[in-house]
């Protein structure tokens, strides 16, 4: 982690090579787990978890050889805040072209906060399908949860103030692959 | 989002016409599924309130509010008892104090949706005011050409028929031009409003000339119930000069695709074949025209939070 920081308010958590090796981790702890690729599909919840599923699923091609599908979730729809926004969040497309019956589904997003994205992801797969199994795959667990979700797969435990953000940046959307710390004020 | 209201297209940024179309095709994929309803409008009221009759447009925002989780009512005020202005306003007052949040509005009166939305809290998405503006008619038949993988900047449109009472083809016209496409408005010279060129229009009164080449031709309905025969000698002679047949289907572009905004008068402005020829997308319209309006719905729905 010696890698400067962009910026001088971030405070650099992961850097290119640790995201790497955590994706990796993750990839065999899911073939573990789930004693290989047979009904295991990865669903990305938007923007950052389809990146990162992704780049899942290409290690687990590497590992295994096959290449498993791959979902994207958009969960604005089942947001427990939309009645109490003033502006309605922009839409962007649900697609999980595979049909979910009998699959092991693993969710993927970037940050696991409060869990609330997580529920709302739980409820749009249900409507999509009815997956065998859930799991639930992030990069970075920052605590402060408020529903009684937990992740199976975690690329680091990341001890936070509820005040501070935490962002997942990522080569996908042309930054340096990191995760900084971005302090209030 | 910053609008509370739908009311016409006419002042609608390029951006604003581009976020509620790419809202449409998120809901596209919606209206595509098994079970095809989300929670976006839980708890939300959605009156449906037409002074005039209307099947498909009542039964098309009220699928759409549906898959929408919203609760729906529909208010048909019979038109002989309603006399514009205070009526109308005092009608919607009522429906307001049972806490509507949306307001979906026809009204044989142009500006009755602008004036039900000075008036009101709840938001008004107009669905038709007299012979103004049916701004979510023309969203849908924009959504409808961007499917076919056509875009907007220099696409010739001919729009044919009764221009002068139709509010399909006003709403059209502003977005149209607005998006950069070359817009031809075909029809008898009593049917075309005047001084319609200065909305960056051309008018044709000899359809051939005006078919001649372009991507997409939209069929206006003759309202045959509506102004009775003052524009025209008869409709044999309407449909000679201004029926869309096969053979001029050929003069426009190859790729060219049929629209029209329903129902039909089959072998008045649209010859039966044509009407269910490979070109034509009429059911198209009507389909995406639910995904459109659970758009407009959802984007409106946070006006009031």
């Known amino acids: 982690m010696n890698q400067p920081s962009d910026r001088k308010d971030e405070k650099l958590i992961m850097d290119v090579g640790d995201i790497a090796r955590a994706l990796t981790r993750i990839a065999h702890e899911i073939l573990e787990r789930n004693k290989g690729v047979k009904d295991l599909a990865l669903v990305g919840i938007r923007t950052g978890g389809v990146y990162l599923a992704h780049r899942l699923a290409k290690r687990i091609h590497g590992i295994e050889g096959v290449q498993i599908p791959i979902g994207e979730l958009d969960i604005t729809l089942y947001r427990d805040d939309l009645a109490l926004r003033k502006n309605q969040p922009i839409l962007r497309k649900t697609s999980v072209p595979f049909d979910m019956a009998d699959k092991v589904v693993v969710l993927v997003d970037d940050v696991l906060f409060t869990g609330r994205t997580i529920r709302a992801a739980m409820d749009g797969l249900m409507d999509l399908g009815r997956p065998e199994e859930i799991q639930l795959a992030v990069l970075v667990d920052r605590g402060h949860r408020q529903l009684p979700i937990k992740a199976n797969y975690i690329g680091k435990n990341l001890p936070t103030a509820r005040e501070e953000q935490v962002q997942v940046l990522l080569e996908e959307d042309g930054e340096n692959d990191r995760v900084v710390i971005l302090r209030a004020g | ?305």
């Open chain 2, 1 to 305: 989002m910053k609008r509370k209201d739908l009311l016409s297209l006419a002042p609608l940024s390029v951006d604003e016409i581009t976020l509620m179309l790419d809202t449409a095709d998120s809901f596209k994929e919606v209206t595509g599924r098994e079970i095809k309803k989300v929670p976006a409008l839980r708890g939300k009221t959605v009156v449906n309130l037409f002074f005039e009759p209307s099947t498909r447009t009542r039964t098309s925002f009220e699928l759409a509010a549906k898959r929408l989780s919203a609760d729906v009512i529909n208010f048909a005020p019979s038109s002989s008892s309603v006399v514009k202005g205070e009526t109308l306003l005092d009608t919607a007052r009522n429906i307001e104090a049972m806490q509507a949040d949306i307001i979906v509005l026809r009204h044989s009166s142009a500006g009755a949706a602008e004036t039900l939305a000075h008036g009101v809290k709840s938001s008004v998405i107009n669905a038709g005011d007299g012979w103004h503006e049916h701004p979510t008619q023309a969203l849908l038949d924009l959504y409808t050409i961007r499917q076919r993988g056509m875009s907007f900047r220099g696409l010739r449109v001919a729009i044919v028929g009764d221009v002068s009472h139709s509010r399909v083809a006003r709403s059209n016209i502003y977005a149209l031009v607005k998006l950069g496409a070359e817009v031809r408005l075909v029809g008898p010279p009593t049917m075309m409003p005047w001084g319609v060129e200065k909305l960056g229009t051309k008018v044709y009164s000899n359809m051939d000339e005006g078919l001649r080449d372009v991507n997409v031709i939209m069929m206006l309905r003759l309202q045959l119930e509506r102004q009775g025969r003052a524009q025209f000698p008869s409709i044999r002679e309407y449909s000679r000069l201004y029926g869309l047949t096969a053979e001029r289907v050929r003069l426009a572009d190859s790729a060219a695709i049929v629209m029209h905004p329903g129902p039909i008068n089959r072998g008045v402005e649209i010859a039966p074949d044509v009407a269910d020829s490979l070109s034509s997308v009429i059911l198209d319209q009507v389909a995406n025209g639910v995904a459109v309006r659970m758009g407009i719905l959802y984007l409106m729905s946070g006006a009031n939070a």
